[in-house]
């Protein structure tokens, strides 16, 4: 199972920050290490787009509108993934949803006001 949650509100301005989570149950530690885990966003009518993932051999990439601002991390003994956002903006405002392999989380909406 796949659980996405925000660390605090779901709503900021312009320039604020927030941290969301993603955590794997019922995986052992080297699964969890080996799969692809990744954080996506969608905006009613257009599609999910990847922001930010962490493949199995321990490479990171991004989508370049959040280079510099999201940071992703992972805690493999919580078998759990981090977005940090900072320097958030309105165009960052989408439901957010994380991903382990093949499977989903439910997504959380991130609002970012101007």
């Known amino acids: 199972e796949v659980s996405c949650r925000r660390l605090g509100g779901g709503s900021v301005q312009a320039g604020g920050s927030l941290r969301l989570s993603c955590r794997v149950s019922?995986?052992?530690?080297?699964?969890?290490?080996?799969?692809?885990k990744a954080w996506y966003r969608q905006v009613p009518g257009q599609v999910r787009e990847l922001v930010a993932e962490i493949t199995g051999d321990g490479a990171i990439n991004y989508a370049e509108s959040v280079k510099g601002r999201f940071t992703l991390s992972k805690d493999n003994t919580k078998r759990s993934t981090y977005l940090q956002m900072t320097s958030l903006k309105p165009e960052d405002t989408a439901v957010y949803y994380c991903?382990?392999?093949?499977?989903w989380g439910q997504g959380t909406q991130v609002t970012v006001s101007s």
């Open positions: 019922g995986t052992i530690l080297s699964v969890f290490w080996s799969k692809t």
């Open positions: 991903r382990f392999g093949l499977s």
